[in-house]
């Protein structure tokens, strides 16, 4: 069974600083990999994905990450971020096989913007 | 932009009555779920529905849970006899296929069980 782990509950950083927060996945064949965001008493939004190809990709609002398969990581990446972005980020694995494609979420980050 | 709607956005209900939480997924998605995200905890998978049946469902949906597509814009769940534990926020997402493709998620209902 897929698993997803982000071992940061909670991470604080300053406004205009980089932003790094972990993802590793656990799952047998090649992944579908997903950020999504949580603004307080907000839905899930999709900051982006993973499928195939390249392995960085970009998402909204100035994000990217990175899949790197010797580590089975998908890691969240922001050179810079704003007191907006303070909100709780989700990640996601979904199965590659046909029919059924159930999202298996980490226990997710908390950030936390300080001025 | 077309999106997930669900209703009510709150809802109390005393343990053992039931409760329908409603959704409209985009228009032309294919495929439906729900999960639900108890205080604190991760988003947990609830079901998945394709084609007027249920494609898999997880431990959590048990007896008590049932969804439905009434008609050809809502998707609904049915929680039979509530019960303090189904106090949770309850997500319904939606695709237009599942291969590689990404789940857009309603702003969810929060069910308070009392």
């Known amino acids: 069974a897929q698993s997803v782990t982000q071992p940061d509950i909670h991470i604080t950083v300053s406004e205009g600083a980089s932003l790094e927060l972990r993802c590793n996945y656990s799952?047998?064949?090649?992944?579908?990999l997903f950020w999504y965001v949580q603004s307080p008493g907000q839905g899930l939004q999709l900051l982006l994905k993973y499928f195939s190809g390249d392995t960085l990709v970009q998402g909204i609002k100035g994000f990217e990450a990175e899949f790197k398969r010797s580590q089975s990581s998908f890691n969240l990446r922001k050179p810079s971020v704003h007191w907006s972005d303070a909100a709780e980020y989700f990640c996601?694995?979904?199965?590659?096989?046909?029919?059924?494609?159930?999202?298996?979420f980490g226990t997710g980050t908390r950030l936390t913007i300080i001025p | 932009e077309p999106e997930v709607t669900q209703t009510p956005s709150h809802q109390v209900t005393q343990m053992g009555q039931e409760v329908i939480l409603r959704c409209v997924p985009i228009s032309n998605h294919l495929y439906f779920y729900w999960y639900r995200q108890i205080l604190g905890q991760k988003v947990e998978f609830l079901v998945s529905f394709y084609n007027n049946e249920i494609s898999e469902k997880s431990e959590i949906f048990d007896d008590q849970f049932s969804v439905e597509r009434p008609d050809g814009s809502n998707f609904t769940l049915k929680i039979r006899s509530t019960k303090l534990e189904d106090s949770a926020m309850y997500f319904c997402?939606?695709?237009?296929?599942?291969?590689?493709?990404?789940?857009?998620f309603g702003p969810g209902t929060r069910l308070t069980v009392t």
């Open positions: 996601a694995v979904g199965k590659s096989n046909f029919g059924n494609e159930k999202l298996t």
């Open positions: 799952y047998g064949a090649t992944p579908y």
């Open positions: 997402a939606s695709s237009p296929s599942p291969r590689g493709r990404e789940q857009y």
